[in-house]
């Protein structure tokens, strides 16, 4: 006999087929009579006319030839009513995972990316070792890594499990995200050993400008602001784009405070003393790099430097007070305005307690001792 | 912050000396031995003190947590299913703690029934990490949860006694 759970579980997964059939069904619908699909593109055309889908990215001269491209996606979570103010989900794909649902709408949108969806969370050990893989070997072409890895998760633990990855294999990518409060968000661009990496230093907040006193937290963990979100993202495809097409300049980190209009912008370099060994080994590699290069392109590159500063305008002066100072435990790193950590972490360890003892215990006696407590 | 109460607990679990996660094939097994004992010793600590309120036990090689905890208001015993998995960052961040039962009833949690901590609480586990364990995972972050949530969601009638709910059905 089965069990009510059992049953809710067998309810669920018949809900989310006829979910799909529905789907395969208006998709099949919408060729038929609208020919809404068209058929995908094996090679590009740089002819700039209307019936080339392609025709207005290759006016932009500038910007050179679009390869065809990949989207890995990666994401645990389902399709939630909750989401339709902000994500590009419609109501019929609730219960779907996000990873399907994104790939359809997405394909729809433009048959001639690949898609691969991977339905999982990201931080839990298996499946890090197949994220990894998938970094390493994902790419386009069979065995080679991808382009770039795009970080657009919620949380810290994620943030960190990505950083790590990336870190290990070495790997460029760009982070993004929108604060709890929903009024502020950033980008960040993170080269390993070239940039400050999510760990070089404890997570940076773009201030809001916003007392603290007046913000009611109770009751609630995040706002979101469909509009903020919309914004972050835009800034963070223009970033790609600019990135992979090799235009303009790459944003090292840019932040959005949408209270003042305010984008606060920087560079970090990555932090010698970073909690990450990948990290600091990855600066290792950096700096021998950097000694082999030939000197004209190493005065090229401090030119860029100075050129970068100058068009940013920005004063790279402490925000922090005095008071602010004492109050905290740990140095605040040096930010431009507007720009700050979420917290400070001493660089001594606080007050240490009384720690475990050697045990002659193996794990399994400690395992079974904690069962019969 | 965490209350008085809560800061004494705290302050009474031993800190662990490896820092090591998951991934950590050499020293996890070290630090797994670290956690139980600092868990054994938490629970037989809330034992005397009368104040035993939750269980945990995990999967062979560490990954995997599950176990109850309880919560008693207005002298009935409220019992809670919670679960998470130790991230492979792990101990430099803290696992999600998720009471699966209360997902949906409650703002204060993620998709999934993780709990929403405070925003003291990723300070306090960064400036802690790696001595930190899920000992006080559990007295700082699940504990204050329960302590806040639980009466809130049974005045609002999001959770009812068990035993109310049988006598409820059986009218």
């Known amino acids: 006999m089965a069990t009510v759970e059992e049953l809710k579980l067998r309810v669920r997964e018949l809900e989310n087929e006829l979910i799909k059939c529905k789907q395969k069904q208006s998709a099949a619908e919408d060729a038929q009579s609208q020919e809404l699909h068209r058929p995908k593109i094996d090679k590009m055309s740089a002819e700039v006319v209307d019936s080339n889908p392609y025709s207005r990215l290759m006016a932009l001269k500038r910007m050179g030839i679009v390869d065809d491209y990949e989207l890995l996606l990666f994401d645990y979570d389902k399709v939630e009513l909750a989401n339709m103010n902000r994500l590009f989900f419609q109501p019929h794909q609730a219960g779907l995972s996000k990873v399907e649902a994104a790939e359809h709408t997405l394909r729809n949108i433009n048959p001639d990316v690949s898609f691969e969806t991977h339905n999982y969370n990201i931080t839990t050990m298996e499946n890090f070792t197949h994220f990894m893989e998938r970094i390493s070997q994902g790419g386009l072409e069979d065995g080679k890594p991808v382009d770039l890895v795009l970080s657009c998760v919620d949380n810290f633990e994620a943030r960190m499990a990505i950083n790590t990855a990336c870190n290990e294999l070495g790997q460029i990518w760009m982070e993004s995200g929108v604060s709890e409060n929903a009024v502020s968000g950033h980008i960040q661009l993170i080269i390993p050993g070239e940039t400050a990496c999510f760990a070089c230093a404890p997570p940076l907040v773009v201030a809001a400008n916003i007392d603290e006193k007046t913000l009611k937290r109770e009751g609630v963990c995040a706002a979101s602001l469909p509009t903020t979100m919309g914004v972050v993202a835009g800034i963070l495809v223009q970033n790609v784009l600019k990135y992979l097409l090799k235009f303009g300049t790459v944003s090292y980190y840019l932040g959005y405070n949408a209270m003042q209009d305010f984008f606060p912008t920087m560079a970090m370099k990555a932090n010698p003393q970073c909690n990450d060994r990948y990290c600091r080994k990855q600066q290792e590699e950096y700096k021998k790099k950097e000694a082999e290069r030939p000197k004209v392109e190493v005065v090229e590159v401090e030119e860029e430097v100075v050129h970068e500063d100058n068009e940013w305008g920005i004063e790279l002066v402490s925000e922090v007070s005095d008071a602010e100072l004492q109050a905290a435990s740990g140095s605040v790193p040096d930010l431009p305005e507007g720009i700050t950590v979420a917290y400070t972490i001493p660089a001594e360890s606080p007050a240490s307690g009384e720690t475990v003892e050697e045990t002659e215990q193996s794990l399994e006696e400690l395992m079974a001792q904690m069962r019969k407590l | ?171």
């Not at chain 2, 090689?61 to 919670?82: A, M």
């Not at chain 2, 696992?95 to 997902?103: F, G, I, K, N």
Request: hydrophobic share 40%; proline share 6%.
């Open chain 2, 1 to 171: 912050m965490a209350d008085e109460a809560t800061r004494r607990a705290v302050s009474q679990i031993p800190l662990l000396k490896t820092h090591a996660g998951p991934r950590d094939r050499a020293l996890w097994p070290q630090r797994l031995k670290e956690e139980y004992q600092a868990l054994i010793h938490f629970v037989e600590q809330n034992k005397a003190a009368d104040n035993d309120w939750f269980r945990l036990e995990s999967n062979a090689d560490g990954t995997r947590w599950t176990g109850t905890c309880w919560f008693i208001h207005e002298l009935l015993r409220y019992e809670f299913r919670l679960e998470f998995d130790v991230p492979v960052t792990y101990p430099d961040t803290a696992p999600e703690v998720a009471v699966p039962e209360l997902d949906g009833k409650t703002a204060k949690m993620y998709r999934g029934g993780k709990i929403c901590l405070t925003e003291h609480f990723a300070p306090l586990w960064a400036r802690n990490a790696p001595r930190f364990g899920l000992a006080h995972l559990m007295a700082l972050g699940l504990g204050p949860w329960l302590a806040v949530e639980v009466p809130d969601l049974i005045s609002k009638g999001h959770v009812i006694h068990k035993e109310q709910q049988r006598e409820a059905a059986a009218e």
